[in-house]
């Protein structure tokens, strides 16, 4: 076999010397077009996963690179004056120079043929040429480009911008620091490579940056000014550059990561943000994967296609954790008035990857502080710390989210909500609520929704209440108001999701004539003053009806392109009266419908409001409107806002992920300091617990769990071994709060090992 490698960085070389170690009379030629001792930045880190990956394949190179490492485990973070240090995350660098030395030699001595100072030959040329042609070329890579209309690259550029530099001396500590200059937020990233030295990445948004006077400044000039404003973390000494200048972060997505005999690795097939230390990792990652494919598989395209099966869904989930970092260095500026302890925590598990759970086995004391700090009573997780929303007081952050259930009778809830809803309180969330309740029968999305417009419903919703309240004292009952607008009159889920009922349609109505899905569902009719009036009136009989029915807290439901969130989005109200327009004028009627549904509601008891707070499409709500929308709504009284996302329109295109709408919620209650509910993808108490003690939403509610485990709340408190008043179990379950054992399991073989 004949391989051609263009591109001499970590991932290239590494490459090139498995392959050649593995059968040594295979042909491997490396072009790399600067020289041996060119190299940008100067550190990097490896986790102790990548080492052992590294340590079963090539003895030799992990022999070389143990003798190399600065070890370290602590983490500082320096805001306003505080320094604070957690320890026990355990990270190895070296200096990215050093690293490549080892992999020349290493190439070397297998007889792999290095060629540097030259070009290589275009991906045609060495596609015919080559039996393999492994594109290790980088961000900006050509043979990526030559093949753009099959790898279709995706490259997104980010709104900071950084420079890479280094200082000589080493820090005792992964450094964070947070500079408020007059021009606004910097932050420094510094680590040791080496006994007497540091990388120091200084970051700041674009606009700081030019604000700065920095994107007048050349090399010598940006390096000088930096060491002056972080002057105290580099104890007065000067920083140093290497072709440093100031770039912005760009993140790179293909489709695809081979063709014919092509393939990505490393940052020509994806990269992840700096601040996870992931680039070199995954560079060298995907050559221990591509090479171990290669072995195995019985040709050269089983071979590409397993490699990639195996490392896209690697690549995504560190692709996601990446994003969340960086989105928090982007927003910073929002967390600054956090206690010291809380914004350091939150600094630490912004990516996801660090939690809770994991941060008190690195560092229990520093973790301690933290829940202190927060409120937490002694031995109580955050998750069962109390909370209080004007007279109700919930006794943990856990709400089981609304979740329609389609199985009413003439909008009447029946015993299957009784047993649906009464499980979960049972089972221990602070705060249960019921799916959206319709304020009308045209309102209702199916035929088998829930309503609050008749006696008889309101009679059986209160024998729900009831219940919760008389078998589980301490759980609050919420009732979540909506009419379904333009999504109305379609059949159950299960029949067929937002698909029109076969007969029996009744007339829809919307804030514009524009249906969900053009020719599948009605064109309903635009609203006009007697509309408007008459759905007024229906909330505020709905809302008369729940506050006899025993509900301690309503919700107004603004989001999911329901009527109300209809109105909200700029892409279903294209009216052109006094409630069309503007994002105030949009705004009118949901804030009429909450002021005569305030009117009604009980002083003392909570209103909530759930908002898309983006509808994961082009030209509709977005991040800012709704930090807007959400201060619109607390200056006429929600207590809190609900956070979701989309379902707006059909053509949305969801960002997917762990906790994936948090960051709404989390910029929505640091940016104007109102507390809210966060919902989506939250699976495990580690990540309740991780979400509340950073800052990120005051309460979490949780949908699919629950449906999964009606009695999630207490088995998380058996997990924790809690036993405190945040969760206690009913008597009659009380011998069965004990957590059961579980066996044993192996952890995974080496993915490649040589001997």
């Not at 590294?54 to 004056?81: C, N």
């Not at 030295?197 to 970051?203: P, R």
């Amino acid at each position: 076999m004949r391989i051609a490698v263009v591109g001499g960085g970590p991932g290239g070389l590494y490459a090139a010397a498995l392959l050649k170690r593995l059968d040594p009379a295979r042909s491997v030629t490396v072009w790399e077009r600067g020289g041996p001792d060119d190299t940008f930045g100067f550190g990097v880190v490896l986790s102790d996963e990548t080492l052992g990956g590294i340590q079963h394949a090539d003895p030799v190179v992990y022999r070389a690179l143990q003798a190399e490492f600065v070890r370290w485990d602590d983490i500082d973070v320096v805001h306003r004056g505080h320094r604070l240090t957690s320890g026990g995350h355990g990270f190895a660098a070296l200096g990215r120079r050093r690293l490549l030395e080892i992999l020349y030699e290493r190439c070397r001595s297998l007889g792999v043929d290095l060629r540097f100072r030259e070009e290589a030959p275009p991906a045609a040329e060495l596609s015919t040429a080559y039996d393999l042609v492994i594109a290790a070329d980088g961000v900006h890579s050509l043979t990526r480009a030559a093949h753009a209309d099959v790898f279709a690259p995706r490259i997104t550029t980010h709104r900071c911008r950084y420079i890479w530099l280094a200082a000589d001396f080493a820090f005792d500590a992964f450094r964070f620091e947070i500079a408020e200059t007059e021009h606004g937020v910097m932050q420094l990233h510094g680590y040791p490579y080496a006994k007497d030295a540091s990388t120091v990445i200084v970051e700041m948004r674009e606009e700081v940056w030019r604000a700065a006077g920095l994107d007048r400044c050349d090399e010598a000039e940006s390096t000088e000014r930096c060491a002056k404003i972080f002057t105290d973390a580099l104890g007065g000494r000067p920083l140093r550059g290497n072709k440093s200048a100031w770039i912005p972060f760009r993140t790179v997505v293909n489709d695809r990561w081979s063709h014919g005999n092509t393939v990505l690795i490393g940052d020509a097939a994806h990269t992840a943000h700096f601040s996870i230390g992931s680039g070199t990792k995954l560079a060298v990652e995907d050559a221990l994967a591509l090479a171990a494919c290669i072995e195995e598989q019985p040709d050269r395209a089983a071979a590409l296609a397993a490699y990639e099966t195996e490392r896209r869904p690697v690549v995504e989930s560190t692709q996601r954790a990446a994003a969340a970092s960086l989105r928090w260095f982007e927003e910073v500026g929002t967390y600054l008035d956090q206690p010291p302890r809380q914004f350091a925590f939150n600094l630490l598990t912004r990516s996801r990857r660090v939690t809770h759970d994991n941060l008190r086995l690195r560092d229990a004391g520093f973790t301690r502080d933290v829940e202190a700090g927060f409120g937490c009573p002694p031995d109580t997780p955050p998750m069962f710390t109390p909370f209080r929303l004007r007279g109700l007081t919930l006794r943990n952050r856990v709400v089981v989210s609304p979740m329609d259930m389609y199985k009413a009778v003439d909008g009447v809830p029946g015993d299957f909500h009784l047993v649906h809803l009464g499980s979960r309180a049972l089972g221990g969330a602070g705060l249960v609520m019921t799916e959206m309740v319709c304020v009308s029968p045209e309102g209702r999305i199916t035929p088998g929704c829930t309503g609050l417009y008749t006696p008889e419903q309101a009679a059986s919703w209160r024998r729900i209440t009831d219940f919760v309240h008389q078998q589980s004292p301490g759980t609050a009952i919420g009732v979540q108001l909506g009419h379904a607008g333009r999504k109305g009159s379609t059949r159950l889920m299960w029949d067929g999701i937002d698909q029109p009922l076969p007969e029996g349609n009744w007339p829809l109505s919307a804030a514009s004539p524009l249906p969900y899905r053009a020719g599948v569902n009605q064109v309903p009719h635009e609203l006009d003053r007697a509309g408007l009036t008459d759905i007024r009136e229906q909330f505020a009989s709905a809302a008369w009806r729940a506050a006899r029915c025993g509900f301690d807290l309503l919700e107004l439901h603004c989001a999911h392109g329901y009527l109300l969130s209809g109105f909200l989005s700029p892409l279903t109200n294209q009216r052109t009266d006094a409630y069309g327009g503007s994002l105030d004028r949009r705004l009118r009627f949901p804030l009429e419908i909450f002021d005569v549904v305030r009117g009604i509601w009980p002083d003392d008891q909570p209103m909530t409001v759930r908002i898309s707070a983006t509808d994961w499409a082009r030209g509709g709500t977005t991040a800012e409107d709704a930090v807007e929308i959400a201060r619109a709504f607390t200056a006429h009284g929600a207590d809190a806002i609900d956070v979701s996302t989309g379902q707006v329109v059909s053509d949305e295109a969801p960002e997917y992920g762990r906790s994936y709408q948090t960051p709404f919620a989390d910029r929505i209650r640091n940016e104007l300091g109102v507390p809210v509910l966060t919902v989506g993808a939250i699976s495990s108490w580690d990540d309740v617990n991780s979400l509340l003690l950073a800052g990120r939403a005051d309460l979490c509610a949780l949908a699919r769990p629950h449906l999964y485990d009606p009695h999630w709340t207490l088995h998380a408190a058996a997990e924790q071994d809690y036993t405190g008043p945040g969760a206690p179990w009913p008597l009659p379950y009380r011998a069965g709060s004990r957590k059961p054992p579980t066996g044993r399991t192996d952890g995974p073989k080496p993915r490649l090992s040589l001997t």
